[in-house]
Protein backbone atom coordinates (compact mmCIF):
# COMPACT_ATOMS: atom_id res chain seq x y z
CA UNK A 1 0.00 0.00 0.00
CA UNK A 2 2.76 2.39 0.82
CA UNK A 3 4.29 1.39 -2.56
CA UNK A 4 1.51 2.28 -4.60
CA UNK A 5 0.86 5.78 -2.36
CA UNK A 6 4.61 6.91 -3.24
CA UNK A 7 3.90 6.24 -7.35
CA UNK A 8 0.19 7.52 -7.02
CA UNK A 9 1.52 11.15 -5.70
CA UNK A 10 4.25 11.60 -8.72
CA UNK A 11 1.89 10.94 -11.12
CA UNK A 12 -0.40 13.48 -9.58
CA UNK A 13 1.70 15.83 -9.50
CA UNK A 14 2.42 15.46 -12.77
CA UNK A 15 -1.33 15.22 -14.00
CA UNK A 16 -1.72 18.28 -11.94
CA UNK A 17 0.92 20.34 -14.24
CA UNK A 18 0.36 18.98 -17.25
CA UNK A 19 -3.73 19.43 -17.70
CA UNK A 20 -3.56 23.58 -17.35
CA UNK A 21 -0.65 23.47 -20.01
CA UNK A 22 -2.76 21.47 -21.84
CA UNK A 23 -5.65 23.16 -21.56
CA UNK A 24 -3.58 26.77 -22.69
CA UNK A 25 -2.21 24.93 -25.63
CA UNK A 26 -6.41 24.25 -26.83
CA UNK A 27 -7.41 27.83 -26.44
CA UNK A 28 -4.63 29.13 -27.86
CA UNK A 29 -5.20 27.06 -30.95
CA UNK A 30 -8.92 27.60 -30.60
CA UNK A 31 -9.80 29.56 -33.47
CA UNK A 32 -11.10 33.32 -33.31
CA UNK A 33 -14.56 33.38 -35.00
CA UNK A 34 -17.01 36.12 -36.13
CA UNK A 35 -20.52 35.23 -36.65
CA UNK A 36 -20.63 38.56 -38.36
CA UNK A 37 -21.30 38.31 -42.35
CA UNK A 38 -19.45 42.29 -42.64
CA UNK A 39 -16.05 40.57 -41.68
CA UNK A 40 -15.93 38.57 -44.44
CA UNK A 41 -13.05 39.59 -46.62
CA UNK A 42 -14.34 39.94 -49.91
CA UNK A 43 -13.34 37.49 -52.78
CA UNK A 44 -13.32 33.92 -54.21
CA UNK A 45 -13.62 30.59 -52.11
CA UNK A 46 -13.22 27.28 -52.11
CA UNK A 47 -15.17 24.54 -50.85
CA UNK A 48 -12.93 22.54 -47.82
CA UNK A 49 -13.79 19.21 -48.80
CA UNK A 50 -12.91 17.25 -45.13
CA UNK A 51 -15.33 20.04 -43.45
CA UNK A 52 -18.34 19.92 -46.34
CA UNK A 53 -21.36 17.75 -46.16
CA UNK A 54 -24.17 17.45 -48.65
CA UNK A 55 -27.21 15.78 -46.55
CA UNK A 56 -30.37 14.40 -47.59
CA UNK A 57 -33.67 13.87 -45.71
CA UNK A 58 -36.82 11.85 -46.63
CA UNK A 59 -39.90 10.84 -44.71
CA UNK A 60 -39.28 6.69 -44.54
CA UNK A 61 -43.14 5.08 -44.83
CA UNK A 62 -44.50 8.00 -42.50
CA UNK A 63 -42.97 5.85 -39.76
CA UNK A 64 -39.93 8.14 -39.38
CA UNK A 65 -37.30 10.48 -41.36
CA UNK A 66 -34.08 8.71 -42.84
CA UNK A 67 -30.92 10.68 -44.00
CA UNK A 68 -28.08 9.93 -46.22
CA UNK A 69 -24.83 11.99 -46.35
CA UNK A 70 -22.45 12.81 -49.77
CA UNK A 71 -18.63 14.06 -48.98
CA UNK A 72 -15.70 14.57 -51.36
CA UNK A 73 -17.91 17.52 -52.37
CA UNK A 74 -15.98 20.08 -54.28
CA UNK A 75 -16.94 24.31 -55.34
CA UNK A 76 -16.46 27.33 -55.01
CA UNK A 77 -18.04 30.64 -53.47
CA UNK A 78 -17.76 33.98 -55.09
CA UNK A 79 -18.38 36.24 -51.04
CA UNK A 80 -18.68 40.32 -51.07
CA UNK A 81 -21.04 41.67 -47.90
CA UNK A 82 -21.03 45.12 -49.38
CA UNK A 83 -22.24 43.73 -52.79
CA UNK A 84 -24.48 40.54 -51.54
CA UNK A 85 -26.07 41.14 -54.79
CA UNK A 86 -22.76 39.79 -56.76
CA UNK A 87 -22.23 36.70 -54.41
CA UNK A 88 -22.60 32.94 -56.07
CA UNK A 89 -22.16 29.41 -55.37
CA UNK A 90 -21.27 26.38 -57.58
CA UNK A 91 -21.36 23.33 -55.68
CA UNK A 92 -20.30 20.00 -57.30
CA UNK A 93 -21.27 16.62 -55.36
CA UNK A 94 -20.08 12.74 -56.68
CA UNK A 95 -23.26 10.65 -56.47
CA UNK A 96 -20.97 7.30 -55.38
CA UNK A 97 -20.03 9.08 -52.51
CA UNK A 98 -23.61 8.58 -50.97
CA UNK A 99 -23.61 6.89 -47.37
CA UNK A 100 -26.05 6.26 -44.96
CA UNK A 101 -26.49 4.08 -42.09
CA UNK A 102 -27.29 1.00 -44.38
CA UNK A 103 -24.33 -0.94 -46.63
CA UNK A 104 -27.49 -2.65 -48.55
CA UNK A 105 -28.89 0.79 -49.11
CA UNK A 106 -26.39 2.91 -49.73
CA UNK A 107 -25.19 0.63 -52.53
CA UNK A 108 -29.18 0.24 -54.05
CA UNK A 109 -29.07 3.85 -54.17
CA UNK A 110 -26.00 4.33 -56.48
CA UNK A 111 -28.07 1.75 -59.17
CA UNK A 112 -29.67 2.76 -62.17
CA UNK A 113 -33.26 2.17 -60.54
CA UNK A 114 -31.95 5.33 -57.90
CA UNK A 115 -29.36 7.98 -58.76
CA UNK A 116 -27.49 6.01 -61.22
CA UNK A 117 -24.00 6.98 -60.12
CA UNK A 118 -22.53 5.01 -63.40
CA UNK A 119 -24.83 7.05 -65.63
CA UNK A 120 -25.00 9.92 -63.89
CA UNK A 121 -21.87 10.28 -61.62
CA UNK A 122 -22.26 14.45 -60.63
CA UNK A 123 -24.82 16.37 -58.54
CA UNK A 124 -24.59 20.01 -59.54
CA UNK A 125 -25.91 23.40 -57.60
CA UNK A 126 -25.47 26.26 -59.27
CA UNK A 127 -26.73 30.11 -57.51
CA UNK A 128 -27.96 32.44 -60.26
CA UNK A 129 -29.25 34.76 -57.60
CA UNK A 130 -28.77 35.68 -54.13
CA UNK A 131 -30.92 37.96 -52.08
CA UNK A 132 -30.49 39.02 -48.15
CA UNK A 133 -33.47 37.86 -46.26
CA UNK A 134 -31.69 39.12 -42.97
CA UNK A 135 -27.99 39.93 -41.03
CA UNK A 136 -27.12 36.27 -41.15
CA UNK A 137 -29.75 34.91 -44.13
CA UNK A 138 -30.20 34.80 -47.65
CA UNK A 139 -32.29 33.02 -50.61
CA UNK A 140 -29.97 31.13 -53.11
CA UNK A 141 -31.78 30.41 -56.34
CA UNK A 142 -30.28 28.52 -58.94
CA UNK A 143 -30.28 25.62 -61.24
CA UNK A 144 -29.89 21.65 -59.28
CA UNK A 145 -28.66 18.88 -62.05
CA UNK A 146 -29.66 15.72 -60.56
CA UNK A 147 -30.02 12.23 -62.34
CA UNK A 148 -29.00 14.18 -65.73
CA UNK A 149 -32.65 16.59 -64.74
CA UNK A 150 -31.75 20.44 -64.52
CA UNK A 151 -34.19 22.18 -62.33
CA UNK A 152 -34.84 25.23 -60.78
CA UNK A 153 -34.02 25.13 -57.07
CA UNK A 154 -34.04 28.01 -53.97
CA UNK A 155 -31.78 26.85 -50.81
CA UNK A 156 -32.33 29.00 -48.00
CA UNK A 157 -28.19 30.20 -46.82
CA UNK A 158 -26.95 31.15 -43.43
CA UNK A 159 -23.77 32.01 -42.82
CA UNK A 160 -22.06 30.64 -39.26
CA UNK A 161 -18.73 32.08 -38.93
CA UNK A 162 -15.51 33.21 -40.15
CA UNK A 163 -12.25 33.77 -39.28
CA UNK A 164 -8.91 32.23 -39.81
CA UNK A 165 -8.04 28.39 -38.96
CA UNK A 166 -5.66 28.14 -36.80
CA UNK A 167 -4.17 24.54 -38.28
CA UNK A 168 -4.40 25.58 -41.91
CA UNK A 169 -3.68 29.22 -41.48
CA UNK A 170 -6.66 30.07 -43.88
CA UNK A 171 -9.38 32.29 -44.00
CA UNK A 172 -12.25 29.97 -43.73
CA UNK A 173 -16.31 31.00 -44.08
CA UNK A 174 -18.71 28.94 -43.39
CA UNK A 175 -22.48 28.24 -44.29
CA UNK A 176 -25.59 26.17 -44.31
CA UNK A 177 -27.82 25.73 -47.01
CA UNK A 178 -31.22 23.82 -47.68
CA UNK A 179 -34.09 23.26 -49.34
CA UNK A 180 -36.54 20.79 -50.54
CA UNK A 181 -37.13 19.91 -53.64
CA UNK A 182 -39.41 16.90 -55.14
CA UNK A 183 -36.73 13.62 -56.45
CA UNK A 184 -39.58 12.73 -58.87
CA UNK A 185 -39.13 15.70 -60.82
CA UNK A 186 -35.80 14.74 -61.18
CA UNK A 187 -36.85 10.99 -62.50
CA UNK A 188 -35.60 9.77 -59.09
CA UNK A 189 -39.36 8.10 -58.23
CA UNK A 190 -38.95 4.68 -56.99
CA UNK A 191 -41.38 3.87 -53.86
CA UNK A 192 -43.45 7.20 -54.52
CA UNK A 193 -45.37 8.03 -51.92
CA UNK A 194 -44.01 4.87 -49.74
CA UNK A 195 -41.14 6.68 -49.32
CA UNK A 196 -41.51 10.71 -49.77
CA UNK A 197 -41.30 12.35 -52.86
CA UNK A 198 -39.87 15.33 -50.76
CA UNK A 199 -36.80 15.31 -50.31
CA UNK A 200 -34.77 18.20 -47.79
CA UNK A 201 -31.16 18.81 -49.08
CA UNK A 202 -28.79 20.55 -46.29
CA UNK A 203 -24.89 21.79 -47.65
CA UNK A 204 -22.88 22.56 -44.61
CA UNK A 205 -20.00 23.83 -46.42
CA UNK A 206 -16.70 25.33 -45.14
CA UNK A 207 -15.16 27.54 -47.57
CA UNK A 208 -11.45 28.55 -47.97
CA UNK A 209 -10.32 32.05 -49.44
CA UNK A 210 -7.98 31.40 -52.75
Known amino acids: MRRTRNLALPALAAAAFILPACAQLLMAAAPSVSTDPTHVPAGTYKIEPNHTQVMFSVNHMGFSYFSGVFSSVSGTAVLSAKKPASMSVSVSVPVASVSTTSPKLTEELKQADWLDAAKFPTMVFRSTKVTETGPNTADVEGNLTLHGVTKP ?16 HTETAGFALTGTIKRADFGVAKYVPLISDDVTLTINAAFEKS
Open 153 to 168: VTLQASFVGAGINPLS
